[in-house]
């Protein structure tokens, strides 16, 4: 067994060794990929619709007969029907189709490398998801309320946002090229008996016509495009670090979206497209499109002033989901940040444990310790100074922060208030930004209306005015000059070490723990709900759902390992084999979307009682 290998069996050994398939010997990538794919071979289609016809006016439980595998032939593919729901008001049935590289005929160039791979994964699940829609539509998918009424018949895939992301909805069978695509069935019927005809329908025609959506055929015009542009945002990502910087905007990218409810780019003649200002200006070279130009953020503190309503907030937004990739069309494909960025909010109300939060505050009423700081109620400051201290360990190298959704007295404190109160714990972020850059290495870009102060610790200094954008420096360094602050006569010359806590693994939830994805940032672990909203880049409910996954498979890792390192043997699992492994044994679920696993390191540090066992190490 190769080095590699006999690493992954130890790491993921004592989860996999549980499992239905995976033998012990078996590297990283065998875990998840081992599946129900050859039982029952030999039945055909149409004996699938035979059967369900057959099936017509029995009792709903009756469906479970056509549980298995089934064949294929125009196109060739097999059907799994790993799970049928146990009655019509229960979650859809599960089911999966392989087309075999033969059949699906793709291009080698399209799954070259992982990026690839990814993106064009991603563009089929769209596609799968889309012919699902439609061919609900036009076969009638019923969601009748009423008990006797007939309901089901709706074919469900995830449906992407616009990030390209790793998903579970098609996947790509690295042993055999075969690709397999997951989606749900509503199995019909009328109150509690069997629609046979309309299922046999449904089998007949409509799952054909979703693998029809898998063929290199049907996208040959436009694939390419898709996941050349995906691998050119990929490669412009990493050279934008490598020219240290820690974002780009692209001239011609368009940042506003439709409207506060939706995700897809706004259209319309008063639109203004992003233009770099002329001192910041780079060029890039990609390997599909060629040179993209547009403006480089250096590493360092950058403040985006403005006035109301001028478009900051919309360029912060972009660059904070600017570590993912976007479709091509989005208007924010190439606005690129650090795969290591996080958003940082004000959060009142929510769990802080064992936070070591001393840069930023001291000397609390009652004498609580900040070296180790729990609450199950922060305020607007100290949930971020745990925010900032969280994001440091989790690795992060550049932090985002908006006016808008921060605690003031977290960023500033101006002379006056210093006078007035005497007593306040905070060292405001104005006077540590600086430390923390030095010491961390970690960049700062905030969106600033009204604290003035900032002009003194800013290296760059942009003005968003009518949603242009334009760079000040110079004129805030005057200004600076001109009406000094304290801000220098304030700073503070260190900002002290980030101390990487211990995770007790075991009280995260359990694989057999109920846990729910409500919405995207509502989770329901046990009798809790864990709150993700102002975790701003998990983007997808795909990917809350996937955190559940990832906190169990955490849950089954042996003790004695800090957070980041369970976040490393996390991050190895999902790049070694795919998004399949987070799955207990060899089940299946076609609504994953990776997160990063800084998201997931968010989610474990908001776990009311979880967590309440971290500790910190020294
Ligand atoms: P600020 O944070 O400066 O107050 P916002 O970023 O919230 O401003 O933007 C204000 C409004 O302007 C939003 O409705 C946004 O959609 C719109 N907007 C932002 N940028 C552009 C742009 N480049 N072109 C057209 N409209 C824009
Ligand atoms: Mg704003």
Not at 140 to 150: C, D, L, M, N, Y
Not at 317 to 322: E, K, P, Q, S, T
């Amino acid at each position: 067994m190769s080095g590699r290998g006999a690493y992954y069996k130890n790491l993921y050994g004592s989860r996999r060794g549980r499992g239905r398939g995976g033998g012990p010997a078996e590297a990283g990538s065998a875990r998840g990929a081992k599946r129900r794919n050859d039982d029952d071979s030999g039945r055909s289609a149409e004996d699938l619709v035979r059967e369900l016809k057959r099936l017509d006016g029995k009792s709903y439980p009756a469906y479970r007969d056509v549980q298995g595998s089934w064949d294929y032939s125009d196109p060739p593919f097999r059907l799994h029907i790993d799970h049928v729901q146990s009655d019509p008001f229960a979650p859809p049935s599960k089911v999966r189709i392989r087309v075999p590289q033969a059949a699906a005929q793709l291009p080698p160039s399209l799954f070259a490398n992982r990026t690839r791979q990814v993106a064009l994964c991603d563009f089929l699940a769209r596609r799968l998801h889309d012919a699902a829609v439609a061919l609900s539509k036009a076969h009638g998918a019923q969601k009748s309320r009423r008990w006797a009424g007939a309901k089901g018949g709706e074919l469900t895939a995830d449906r992407p946002g616009q990030q390209v992301l790793e998903r579970s909805a098609v996947v790509l069978d690295a042993s055999d090229g075969a690709l397999e695509a997951r989606f749900t069935v509503g199995f019909p019927a009328q109150g509690r008996t069997i629609l046979g005809e309309w299922a046999a329908e449904i089998f007949r025609a409509s799952v054909p016509a979703l693998a029809r959506t898998l063929l290199y055929d049907a996208h040959k015009e436009s694939v390419h495009a898709f996941v050349d542009s995906v691998e050119d945002q990929e490669c412009l990502r990493r050279a934008v670090t490598e020219a240290g910087l820690v974002a780009f905007v692209a001239d011609g990218a368009v940042l506003p979206r439709a409207s506060g409810a939706s995700d897809a780019p706004m259209r319309g003649p008063h639109v203004v497209p992003f233009r770099a200002p002329p001192a910041l200006a780079r060029t890039f070279a990609l390997p599909h499109r060629g040179s993209i130009a547009g403006m480089g953020i250096p590493v360092g503190i950058t403040m985006v002033a403005g006035g109301g309503f001028h478009g900051k907030s919309t360029l912060l937004d972009a660059l904070a989901v600017g570590c993912y990739s976007h479709v091509p069309g989005d208007g924010r494909e190439f606005v690129v940040t650090s795969e290591k960025c996080v958003s940082v909010q004000g959060e009142d109300g929510r769990s802080i444990q064992c936070v070591d939060i001393s840069p930023f505050i001291h000397d609390l009423p009652g004498g609580a310790s900040t070296a180790a700081f729990s609450t199950q109620d922060a305020s607007g400051s100290t949930s971020m100074a745990a925010g900032v201290v969280e994001a440091l360990e989790l690795g992060a190298d550049t932090l985002l922060f908006d006016e808008d959704t921060c605690a003031t007295n977290f960023l500033v404190r101006d002379l006056r208030m210093r006078r007035l109160i005497e007593a306040d714990p905070i060292n405001p972020l104005i006077f540590k930004i600086r430390a923390m850059l030095q010491e961390h290495r970690c960049s700062s870009i905030l969106v600033i209306g009204g604290c003035g102060d900032y002009c003194d610790v800013a290296d760059l200094v942009l003005e968003m005015r009518q949603y242009q954008c334009y760079d000040i420096t110079e004129k805030a360094r005057e200004i600076a000059q001109e009406i000094p602050s304290v801000v220098s006569a304030s700073e503070m010359p260190t900002f002290g070490a980030v101390r990487l806590r211990r995770l007790d693994t075991k009280t995260l939830p359990s694989p057999s723990m109920k846990a729910a994805v409500r919405r995207r940032a509502a989770i329901d672990v046990g009798d809790e709900t864990l709150d993700l909203t102002k975790v701003a880049q998990l983007v997808h409910d795909s990917q809350s759902r996937a955190i559940v996954m990832a906190l169990k498979f955490l849950h089954t890792q042996p003790p004695g390992r800090t957070l980041s390192e369970y976040l490393v043997i996390l991050q190895s699992l999902m790049d070694d084999a795919s998004i399949d492994a987070l799955m207990e044994d060899d089940r299946i679920d076609g609504f994953l979307a990776r997160p990063r696993t800084i998201e997931v390191g968010m989610a474990i540090n908001r776990l009311v009682s979880p967590s309440e066992e971290m500790r910190a190490v020294h």
